[in-house]
Structures are given as C-alpha cells and as structure tokens.
C-alpha cells in the first residue's frame, strides 16, 4: 500500500485532499483510481487508512476509513553523519529513514576527504531531503526526517548538548559490554544523538573533545565502513527499544 503525508490543514474529518507533486504521481505514475485504498499520515502522529473517492486536475479527494497505528520509534534518534565520499550519504540517509532515524545532521569532519561549498551543499541537501521523503513512504514512516544543513563538528556538538544520550562509536574503542549498558540506560522518550565518523575516521581531537560529554562506545569487534557503522547503531536502538 502506498503511503503520502500531508499537512494537518489538509484533514477535514472525515475527509484529506492530496495537493501538489504527488497527484501526478498518483494519476499518471501510479495509475491509480477512485477506490484505491492508500496510507497517509499527517506528520503530527496520526496516520490513516484511507480510499480514493476523486481525482482532479490539482488534488485528489480521499476518504478516511480507519486510524492506523504509528510506525514510529518511541525514541528520537539524530544520525550525525561525518560526510564520505561519493553517493554514499544517499545510501546513509535512505536506509537511515528506514531504520528510525528522525533527522539527520551531515558533518564536515577534519578527516573528510569531501569539502562542500555554501552553494553546492544546499544543492546537495535537497537531494538528500527528497531521498529522505522517498524512503519514508517505502517504509510507511509516520513523518519524514529532516536532513539539517551541513555543519561542522563543534555545530554538532552544540546541536547535541540538550539531548538525552549522545552515542561516539569509535572503532578503537574494544568490548560490547560497555555498549549494552548505555544502550539499557536509554528510555522510551529520550532522544539520542549517534556520532559517526567519515572514512578516516574520527581526528584525534575530535575523539578529545567528546572525553566525559559523550558515551563512547564499540560497535564490534570488526571495523565497519562509514556508510555501514550508523545503520548498524541504529539498528541496535530499534532492537533495544522497540517492543
């Protein structure tokens, strides 16, 4: 079933209208028709079933049928991705939505073999925002996740402080153990922050200025590629919390 999110002012109990890019997508790209059923959610925690019941030129009228559970994590999780190379950050952010993560923060660390200008990373960012609203429909997500601008990592430290539990995998940190007891420490509610490093990994000052602000922790014994190591923190979060 296909998924759409639409703003709040959009509902009028018991009916949605769908406006803009996605009627197109639902007349001439997906073809469909009046009593097709479709999923949408309002960005705000509530989600419906819903059917069809006219199609426009400029929207399409749908009627809610039921309310249907939401899909979220019952944490908030920031990734804060050190940028690598190529298009590995569309294949981050993508399977990041799709794992739970709520936004996600791009950051040019010292080891970033990747230097953006204003210009080219704002470019960039649209992109990456609508990769994020993509896989937010494909995994039925009950929002779709911010991709913030690209910061540095004292922004990104900053943006961090006021969060719950701020995760620094470090792949010469050694032992699950530590590991499990931050993440059994986490409550329903809390929001997280996880810090990855790009492809040559964290600076050592970078790994200094975190000692005794943020949990540092192991993600295994491997050494994980950049593009793998937040997937796999995230989805030891959605193990660990999900019931």
Known sequence: MFQFFVEPEQITMPEIEITG?????IKNVLRMKAGAKVRVSDQQGQDFLCEITGLG????????????????????ITLFQGLPKGDK????????????????VPVAMRNCVVKLDAK????????WQAIAESAAKQSKRSLVPAVRPVCTFEEAAAYAKPMDVRLFPYEQERGMAHTREVLKKIHKGDSVGIFIGPEGGFSSEEVEAVQ?????????????RTETAGLAALAMLVYEMED
Do not use: F
């Open 89 to 104: 950050m569309e294949q981050v952010i993508q399977k990041g939505v799709e794992l739970g993560a709520s936004e996600i």
């Open 57 to 76: 030129e400029s929207s399409i009228s749908l009627k809610i049928l039921e309310k249907c559970q939401g899909t979220e994590p019952p944490i908030k």
């Open 212 to 224: 005794g602000e943020m949990e540092i922790i192991s993600l295994g014994n491997r050494i994980l």
């Open 120 to 127: 080219r990373a704002e470019h960039k960012r649209a992109r």
């Open 21 to 25: 890019s996605d009627v197109n997508h």
